[in-house]
């Protein structure tokens, strides 16, 4: 079984801050996010406070939520921005997801927006894992994490269901 930890809303919001001021100190400006869902919904949130650029979304499916860990055979678009808004063209967009883990769905998403009419498209993850990654990132886009973590279960606080429980387990894990 693979070791897990828990992270609570603060911890996030103060990586978050930290990864917004990686973002801003960078030449880009970027004009908007697209947050990849469910788990890049609440960073791109967050880091919305700090970085005043609207969010939009795409959703795809490669985990199999019935079996913690297990992956699908591949990934598939469950929601897109299709048509493109035309106020996104030629714009500067930052990807965001809370996760780095095999890159599988970061490469899927990044080689399909590759194909539409954007300037510059930049990565943003709240946690990147450090292990072998099986997908790989489209060359020369700027990449920006939060957190270099070991490869471990993140249990973030949005999917407990017993939000006090999730945070006990997050203070004992650092006991």
């Known amino acids: ?7 609570t809303y603060d911890e996030i919001h103060h990586v978050i801050k930290q ?12 004009d908007a996010m697209i947050a990849i869902g469910g788990g ?13 650029i609207p969010i939009y979304a795409v959703t795809t499916a490669y985990y199999d939520s019935d079996n913690e860990g297990q992956t699908t055979e591949s990934v598939r678009k469950i929601q897109w921005i299709d048509p493109l808004p035309s106020e996104l063209r030629g714009k500067n967009v930052l990807v965001v997801d809370e996760v780095d883990d095999s890159r599988t769905t970061l490469e899927f ?10 300037g510059t498209i930049g990565i943003a993850v709240l946690h990147e894992k450090i292990k072998e990654k099986v997908g790989q990132l489209p060359a020369n886009m700027p990449y920006f994490s939060g957190l270099t973590v070991e490869d471990w279960w993140i249990n973030y606080p949005w999917d407990a269901e017993d939000i006090d429980e999730h945070n006990r387990l997050a203070a004992e894990s650092r006991a």
């Open 1 to 7: 079984m693979k070791k897990k930890i828990w992270y």
């Open 19 to 30: 990864l917004a001021a990686k973002i801003q100190a960078a030449d880009t400006p970027y």
């Open 40 to 52: 890049g919904f609440i960073p791109a949130r967050i880091l919305r406070c700090f970085l005043d």
């Open 109 to 118: 998403v990044l080689n399909e927006l590759a194909q539409e009419d954007f």
